[in-house]
């Protein structure tokens, strides 16, 4: 095989890892309704989803080190297919969870630093710059092609179809891993037990904080965590900021137990002194940044579709194809200017863009869709954000050693997951949040509403309202016996509050991109086809 055959092969993996959740986003609405679900608890999946990615990406990045980046390559694909099997033939949300949630997910723990660690350990110089762009581009092939992939299948066939297909992608490649030139296995087998658990637990309840912040409250309870029938509110407040003080402090917990575990001579799960890496510190930073972003836009826009305009799968990836399009054009364009233009560049020319498409949508939330502008904003966005997913890989393992390059590998696949959890958390929350608060507030102040519907209202709002479309909230008027009269101008009402939430939400994003302009100062100055045969010790990669 060519060489450029191995680089074949793991993009074919990195495009099923990053298709999975796309085709999750935009059939949503369908699986929502053949599980008889709510739109919640598939938001649930999905954050489970990444967050048991992000939580052992570094456990998984450590057992290529322990026992081979191939070995683990491969027993990751046979997982993953296996779970992609299990979700194809899942009866009820439950086992779902199970199959998507926590077997995929554990598959791609292994997969993704694998692929990354692989893919150095195959090219050199500017063809390792070259491979990387080439990934960075797959996953934006893959989120590019994932809606209308997804959309088309859902609406011609099944959702389900689409992650039986995935176990077949992973048999074909586990038939192929062979030709994958390895490194060596490290001679100790311990684990870090104990870095494993602490990581996985201040990241989980960060995320799990943020995830149920819409239901929870962020400052002020609404609803409240109940364990037992008692509701928990320290001092009177929601337990959400106490959940990511306390995820915050067991990550610098995290950070002592490796320095205790080299004072020993153990082998920590994370030296942490890779973070000390200027590039690679503030490169991993800017994935996390990147990915809330996109993992909050992807989960936001197509409520928008289906739940406020009433569009189907297939149509939702068509009016996301703008995006899909011009992501996948910068992502494949990308490798051409960044042999000339640096990470830097590339990286603040990509928000740019992403604030100027972010913009554009919020001008076009309406209760109709206005069709060209919104195109123009969707593009705009997709080609801000192909931009910046073909640079950051680059940057984080031309940052690291030969020997750190596990490690990295894991700690971009954490950054990268963690980034999706926390914004489809995060944007997920404040819809719900900012949809409850809003509805319940039209609802008080509308004379025409009974006391009664009022009530009842206020007291659906307390816990966080479900994101549900104008049909399905006349079933829910009707069930609660509210007056034919009053239905409409609740209906109007509510689209209104979804309306205001999904715009707020994207508002979101645009701040953050903001946030990502200040990060991507600290990124590298020099070309990323340099940056790719520079050594990792080189002083203009760690400190500049």
Known sequence: M???????ILCAAQFIMVLDTTVMNVSVSSVVEDLDTTLTQVQLAITLYTLVMGSFMLFGGRLGDLFGRR????????????????????????????????????????????????????????ERAT???????????????????????T????????????????????????????????????????????????????????????????????????????????????????????????LIGFVGWENRVIAHGGTPLMHPRLLRTLHLRNGLVMLVAQQTII???????????????????????????????????????????????????????????VIIGSSTLVSTIEPQLQGVPFAIGMAVFGAGFGFIA???????????????????????????????????????ALLVASLSSGFNQAAQADPDLSEQTKSQIAEASADGIEIISRDQLDDVAEANAVPQAEVDTLVDSYVDAQLTAIKGAILLVIFLAGLGLVIARRLPRIPGAELGTADADDSRVSNE
């Open 2 to 8: 060519s060489k450029w055959g191995v680089l074949i």
């Open 71 to 126: 070995r683990v390559f491969a027993i990751g694909l046979l997982v993953y297919g296996t779970g992609s099997l299990i979700t194809a033939f899942s009866p009820n949300i439950g086992v779902l969870l199970f199959g998507w949630s926590f077997v995929e997910g554990a598959g791609a723990v292994l997969v993704m630093p694998a692929i990354i660690s692989l893919t150095a350990a195959n090219y050199e110089g500017r």
């Open 131 to 153: 491979a990387y762009s080439a990934l960075g581009g797959i996953a934006a092939a893959g989120a590019a092609a994932g809606p209308l992939i997804g959309g088309w299948v």
């Open 155 to 250: 609406e011609t066939l099944t959702w389900r179809v689409v992650f039986a297909a995935e176990t077949v992608v992973c048999i074909v490649v586990i038939a192929c891993v062979r030709v994958i030139a390895d490194t060596k296995a490290s001679g100790s087998r311990r684990l870090d037990w104990g870095g494993t658990g602490l990581s996985a637990l201040g990241l989980g309840l960060i995320v799990i904080a943020l995830l149920q912040a819409g239901s929870w409250g962020f400052i002020r309870p609404s609803g409240a965590l109940t364990i037992a029938g008692t509701e928990i509110t320290p001092f009177g407040f929601s337990v959400v900021p106490f959940m990511i003080a306390a995820g915050v402090f067991v």
């Open 295 to 353: 993992g909050g836009m992807f989960f936001v826009i197509p409520i928008y579709l289906q739940y406020v305009l009433l569009k189907d799968a297939f149509d939702t990836g068509l009016k996301l194809a703008p995006m899909s399009v011009a992501m996948l054009i910068a992502a494949f364009a990308s490798p051409k200017l960044a042999a000339t233009q640096s990470p830097r560049r590339m990286v603040t020319i990509g928000l740019v863009l």
């Open 390 to 428: 073909s640079q950051l890989g680059n940057v984080i393992m031309s940052s690291a050693s030969e020997r750190d390059r596990g490690e990295a590998g894991g700690l971009q696949g954490t950054a990268q997951n963690i980034g999706t959890s926390v914004g489809v958390a995060m944007l997920g």
